[in-house]
């Protein structure tokens, strides 16, 4: 299949510069997903890959090859739009083939690669029928199998599940990571704003803020290891607390005294930490819990949210209004207007020093 490179890329728009020092390496096989804010260039830089947005400033290769000034059709790419786009007046067969007939394609061809798409993406009892004739999830995998058919490179999707509704959306993120299981050697580069699809679909996940790249990592090194607090505080749902705070003891553990007046400890190196350094001390709702011990945060409940099976807990710190977040197992509906102490692991606390993980010093 493909692997790409793209060194130092760069987009402007006249004087106004989007994105900037883009060096990203993907190689085959892998499921790389753009995640980041609106505005943040995730589908500029998607357009950029497929040759439909000029590139300023950088190299783009695939195997290689530079394609800065390749055509579009030339690069190897099969792009799946957040629109269907599908042909209304054709069949699912018509539209998914159309783009080997325009080829030339024998029938024989055709038929064999429209088949085995058909199958892969569990159409083939749909084949015969109209656009208006799917549901927005059938329609979305017709858009797919129209790639698919063209055996490219690489495949990009521009955040395909935007316009299906939640029920539909997990339907669809489950087929196509099925889809990628079925293809072990193809190359995808996945844009979305959902987190959920990131952490999910992803072999390594970039995230862009800024006009340039915050982080690159698995799921599970973004999730535990931030390198900023900006990643910190988008990965994850709800994202996590900060609280600013003060080094007064380095040793087994970094100690803590909150802005506040509570006390945490951190399980971070000593040698990254000073004493008397001004932190942002991190921690996900997730990690914390009630405790009749020395507490990390004490406040009263504002407002619940049972979610089944978990309830989030609402606070809101006196000191300077920002809300803390904790995420508890179960229904916890009785502890709104009352006074919680939570405490969290040493393990799971995070230090950042402007604006950058201690870990990472």
Known sequence: MADLKLTNVEKAYGEVKVLSNINLDIKTGELIVFVGPSGCGKSTLLRMIAGLERITGGDFAIDGMRMNDVPPAQRGIAMVFQSYALYPHMTVRDNMAFALKIAKKSAEEIRAA??????????????????????????????????????????????????????????TRIEIAQLKEAMPDSTMI??????????????????????GISQVGTPLDLYERPENEFVAQFIGSPAMNLMPGEVVETGAETVIRLDHGGVARAAIPTQTADMGMKV??????????????????????????????????????QEDGTQVVAKLPGIHSELRRKPVRLSADPKKIHLFHNGRSLLYR
């Open 114 to 171: 429209v088949d085995k798409a058909a199958h892969i993406l569990q159409l083939t009892p749909y084949l015969d029928r109209l656009p208006k004739a799917l549901s927005g999830g059938q329609r979305q995998r017709v858009a797919i199998g129209r790639a698919i058919v063209r055996d490219p490179k690489v495949y990009l999707f521009d955040e395909p599940l935007s316009n299906l509704d939640a029920a539909l959306r997990v339907a």
């Open 190 to 211: 996945y844009v979305t704003h959902d987190q959920v699809e990131a952490m999910t679909l992803a072999s390594r996940i970039v995230v862009l803020a800024g006009g």
């Open 280 to 317: 942002k001390l991190g921690v996900r709702p997730e990690d914390l819990a009630p405790t009749e011990g020395e507490p990390l945060f004490t406040g009263e409940v504002e407002i619940t949210e049972a979610l089944g099976e978990v309830t989030l807990l609402y606070f809101k710190r």
